[in-house]
């Protein structure tokens, strides 16, 4: 079956530019998670939503917001970008509605902002 | 704030070997997952342990789960240049969300 899909898989923008990512989860899967990955802060979480509703979000500024659709596709977006914005943007899902059963990633999208 | 360390973050062995990664917390967690990264792709589930004391193995891999369930060890025994990753333990908040460690960088010489 497939796996996690994100697109694109490599981006460049300028600063001051926004950017939407997307995310499309496996068959079935209800959940999705936004991470994003840096060589100096790891893997840090922007937010999770289930079914369309964003139950969680991590401590990032409100330029990153994102949502959820009826078919469980998940886009993410980062308005009036930064330096530090350029990073690897991770998108999981699962099927169960609690964290603890694990989750599937995507191959990510690597955003570069110059 | 929930936070997990990990440790060591790097790690390079000789084929052969074994090697333990620790991650360790003052929080309690509902379960800890372990992933495996390789450059340029996504992490990859390698387990999840719910239960304090649990003790999950996978072939050559042994993973364990504090009784406090603040605590969870993955050793390897045996290490082969194919284990080379970036390993990351996990711990399972409420409302889906993952709190990462650093990670382990595992370079398996041959």
Redesign the interface.
Known sequence: KAGVTQTPRYLIKTRGQQVTLSCSPISGHRSVSWYQQTPGQGLQFLFEYFSETQRNKGNFPGRFSGRQFSNSRSEMNVSTLELGDSALYLCASSLAAVSDYGYTFGSGTRLTVV | TQLLEQSPQFLSIQEGENLTVYCNSSSVF??L?W?RQEP??????LV?V?TGGEVKKLKRLTFQFGDARKDSSLHITAAQPGDTGLY?C?G????????????TELSVKP
Do not use: C, H, N, R
């Open positions: 509902s379960s997952q992933y340029g792709e996504g992490p990859v589930l999840t719910v990351l996990a399972g908040s409420q409302g889906g969300k993952l709190i990462f460690g650093q990670g």
